[in-house]
C-alpha cells in the first residue's frame, strides 16, 4: 500500500510541475527578407497574435476572441506597430519601408500568426542593415528569425533582446556565421522542444529504470561485480538508445529539408505526442523488449518535426546541406546535454531506492497524461 502512496504522490508532482513548465508558450517573430536587385527589397514579417495583443488591444467587444474582422479593424495601429520596430537602413540614411495592406494568417505550432509583406527600396546597396526593437518589452524571451536571401545566397540570424541589428551580407565570412548560428537554433530548439525532451526522458527510465533489480548488500564484493554489471547494462542500453534515435532523426531530418519527402507538419505533431503516449505506456506493460525499436522507429517521426523547425528557419539556397548538418549537430549537442544531466539522476534514485518500479509506473502515468493533453490540443488544430 505504501509503494502506492508513492506513486500517486510522485505522479502528483510530476503533474504539477509538468504544467507549469510547459504552460509557458515561446514569443518568436518570423522574418523573410528577399533582394530583388540592389536597390528593391520584399519581404514577409509573421507576429504571434497573442503577443500583439499585448500591445495593441484587439478584442473590441471583450470577448476573450479575437476575430479577423478585429484584426482587420485595427490594421492603421497594426501597421504602425511594425513600422516602428523594423528599420532598414544603409550607408547613406534609412531606406523608406511600406506594409502590404493585404494581412493574412498563418499558424506556427498551434499559434496564430498575423502575416504582413513588406517592401523598401534603398538608394545604395552598401551596407544594408536591419534593425528590430521587437516586442521584448512583453516577453524578455522574444525572438525574431531572420532569413535574407540574394540570388542564391542566404543569411539567417536570430535577433533579441541583445542583438537588435544585423548586417545582410552574403560573403564566406556570413556564411560561416550562419552555419554557427543554425548549429546554435539546433541546441536552442532541442531545449525548448518539452516534447522532444519528453521522449528522451521515457526513454532513459526504461534505460535505467526499467530492468527491476534488488537493492545490492553492503561491503558484499559480488554484490560489487553485480552493480559494475548493471552499470554497464545500462550505460549500453543508453547508448543504443541515442545511436538509433540520432540515427533515425537524422534520416528524416535530411529527406524532409532538402524536400525529399512531404510530410504535413500537424501530423507529424500529433504523431510526436502519440509516440511519447506510446513509449510511456511501454514503461508500464513492455511489449517492445528492445529500447532500439522504440527510439529508432519514432526517431523517424520526430526528425520530421525538427525539419519543420528548421524550415521556419529558411535554409540558405545554396548551402542547404551544410545548413541542416549544423542544425543537426546543434540537436545533438542538445540532447547528450539532456542525457548527462537525466542519467546519472536516474542511476543514483535507481540505486538509492527500493521503489525503481513505483518510479517508473508513477513517472510514465504523468507522462502518458501530457502527451494525451497534446494530441488532444494538436487535433483540435484541425478544427
Known sequence: MLRFTHAILLSFALLVFANSAFAHQLSTAYLTVKSVDELHYTGQLQLRIDDISKL?????????????????????VLRSLILERIKLQNNSGECPLNINDKFKLDTHF?????????????????????????????????????????????????????????ALLTDSTSRSASFIEFVKQGVIHI???????????????????????????????????????????DLTQTLIMVTS???????????????????????????????????????????????????????????????????????PTSSKLPAIIAFNLGVEIGQIAIVFLAYPALVFLKRHTQYQKQWLIGSSVVIIAISVQWIVERAAQFY
Open 56 to 76: 495593441v488591444p484587439l478584442d473590441n467587444n471583450n470577448d476573450g476572441d479575437i476575430t479577423w474582422a478585429e484584426i482587420v479593424a485595427n490594421k492603421p
Open 110 to 166: 498551434n499559434d496564430n500568426y498575423l502575416v504582413a509583406g513588406l517592401q523598401s527600396t534603398c538608394s545604395s546597396p552598401e551596407g544594408i542593415t536591419l534593425s528590430y526593437t521587437g516586442l521584448f518589452e512583453i516577453d524578455a524571451s522574444h525572438k525574431l528569425l531572420v532569413n535574407f536571401t540574394n540570388g542564391n545566397d542566404s543569411v539567417s540570424r536570430t535577433l533579441d533582446k541583445d542583438t537588435h541589428t544585423v
Open 191 to 233: 531545449a525548448i522542444g518539452y516534447d522532444h525532451i519528453l521522449f528522451l526522458v521515457c526513454l532513459l527510465l526504461a534505460c535505467v529504470l526499467g530492468k527491476q533489480t534488488e537493492k545490492p548488500k553492503k561491503n558484499a564484493e559480488t554484490n560489487f561485480a553485480e552493480r559494475r554489471a548493471l552499470i554497464s547494462y
Open 245 to 315: 534515435f540520432t540515427l533515425a532523426h537524422s534520416i528524416t531530418l535530411t529527406l524532409v529539408a532538402m524536400d525529399w519527402l512531404q510530410v504535413s507538419s500537424r501530423w507529424v505533431e500529433i504523431a510526436i505526442a502519440a509516440s511519447i503516449a506510446i513509449a510511456a505506456f511501454n514503461n508500464i506493460y513492455p511489449f517492445l523488449s528492445r529500447i532500439f525499436y522504440l527510439s529508432f522507429g519514432f526517431g523517424l517521426i520526430h526528425g520530421m518535426g525538427f525539419a519543420g523547425v528548421l524550415s521556419e528557419l529558411g535554409l
